[in-house]
């Protein structure tokens, strides 16, 4: 694509980055499954290695730099760098801006792993880290230090989906002259884009519905030039070295041509089932962001689309029909038929998952929303069935 910003996102997604193969103009791009790259002579090699030619994989290869080129035209960013995971690009992205003696304040509530990260690791090297409860943007600034390298936070947060303002904290964080980093992983930049919100780098784990498809894992990061400079040399070249396999690369490339149809469909199934279970007696509480009900239901029009994302959760009430909630929501989720119990999010199969206070996240899948919803009547019917004979 000729980096035309005017084109609409859909154009960007099949566009962005992709250009027909050089060397025999194959439309689809190849993959380009190798380790390293000739050079033609050492002179050769030599400028290969101080220009970021393609020499060997783990730095760079024509199926990473497509998906970045990409992605940083999705987000409105000036570079992007990709990694085997989401959470190889976290650590890399962390590794690469921190050092002992920095402070650094992370969102309550983020992906279980990355708590672990920042308050493990950082904590192993002499950085301070301070978690917050950044749903309240003000909370931020109280913790503000002058050492405080970066905020890091989510948006929606997983899986509570309370939302996080990144405009706001964006401008406190700034005064402060501390970066932010936001991981968009539920949101996708069909829903938000964190940098036009004022973050300094977006994180994404590309495992979900950026792939879309659950075959395989990959993160990125998305940001300045020089940012992203940072993150990749040496930290996640070298240090990290968690690079993306071509292939990989190559499906996630994929995916994303049709993320924008996807997407979509993830999030009127999402509020179609999330209206479905807020009917239903046996349901204490539903969260999703585009419901009414959602206390931050205003932000979620402001800051993604108006469109809630593709996950839903749930708390059965408690003592339904005799059953303690765990009971109540072991026995529904075994009940279902054609939702897996399965971690992730994001991809064509619908997904559950339950977390230590009964929360029940929903990763709505891309199947018929009515079969979805059918498949929880049943299982909801086998609680109250199994009431019934328990009373008889
Ligand atoms: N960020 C969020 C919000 C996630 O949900 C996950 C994984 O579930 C990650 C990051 C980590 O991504 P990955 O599993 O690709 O390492």
Same mark, same amino acid.
């Given at each position: 694509m000729n980096n035309n910003n005017n084109y609409d996102l859909e154009t960007k997604l099949i566009h962005g980055g992709h250009k027909p193969d050089p060397a025999t103009g194959a439309l689809a791009t190849p993959i380009y499954q190798t380790a390293t790259f000739a050079a033609k002579t050492v002179e050769h090699f030599e400028e290969l290695c101080q220009t970021w030619g393609y020499v060997y994989t783990r730095e760079c290869n024509p199926n990473l730099s497509e998906l970045e080129i990409k992605l940083s035209i999705l987000e409105g960013g000036e570079n992007a760098i990709v990694s085997t995971s989401g959470m190889g690009a976290i650590a890399s992205t962390v590794l690469a801006l921190v050092k002992s003696g920095d402070h650094v304040i992370c969102s309550d509530g983020v992906f279980s792993h990355t708590k672990i990260l920042m308050g493990? &690791? &950082? =904590?192993?090297?002499?950085?301070?880290? =301070?978690?917050?409860?950044?749903?309240?943007?003000?909370?931020i600034r109280k913790e503000l230090k002058e050492n405080t390298k970066f905020v890091y936070i989510e948006s929606p947060l997983n899986p509570t989906l309370d939302l996080v303002d990144i405009k706001s904290i964006s401008e406190i964080a700034h005064a402060n002259k501390s970066l932010v980093i936001v991981d968009s =992983?539920?949101?996708t930049p069909i829903i938000q884009q964190p940098i036009k919100l004022g973050a300094d780098l977006v994180i994404h784990s590309l495992t979900k519905f950026m792939n879309g498809h659950g075959d395989t894992l990959g993160g990125a990061v998305i940001g300045s030039k020089e940012l992203i400079e940072l993150v990749r040399w040496p930290s996640l070249c070298c240090f990290t070295g968690a690079s993306l396999s071509p292939m990989n690369a190559w499906l996630i490339t994929r995916g994303l041509k049709t993320l924008d149809m996807r997407m979509k469909r993830h999030c009127e199934s999402a509020l179609q089932i999330a209206s479905f279970l807020e009917s239903q007696d046996c349901v204490e509480i539903v969260k999703y962001p585009a419901l009414k009900s959602h206390p931050q239901h205003e932000l979620c029009k402001s800051q993604m689309n108006g469109l809630g994302g593709g996950i839903v959760s749930f708390k059965l009430i408690d003592g339904i029909n005799g059953f303690t909630r765990d009971e109540a929501s072991r026995k529904l989720m075994n009940s279902l038929e054609l939702v897996t119990i399965a971690t992730s999010l994001g991809e064509e199969h619908t997904l559950v998952q339950m977390n230590g206070e009964n929360l029940i996240r929903i990763a709505v899948g891309l199947e018929s929303v009515q079969d979805i919803i059918n498949d929880f009547i049943q299982a909801i019917q086998k609680i109250e069935g199994s009431f019934e004979k328990s009373e008889a």
């Open positions: 493990e &690791l &950082l =904590t192993k090297f002499g950085v301070e880290v =301070t978690f917050v409860d950044a749903v309240v943007p003000d909370n =992983t539920f949101g």
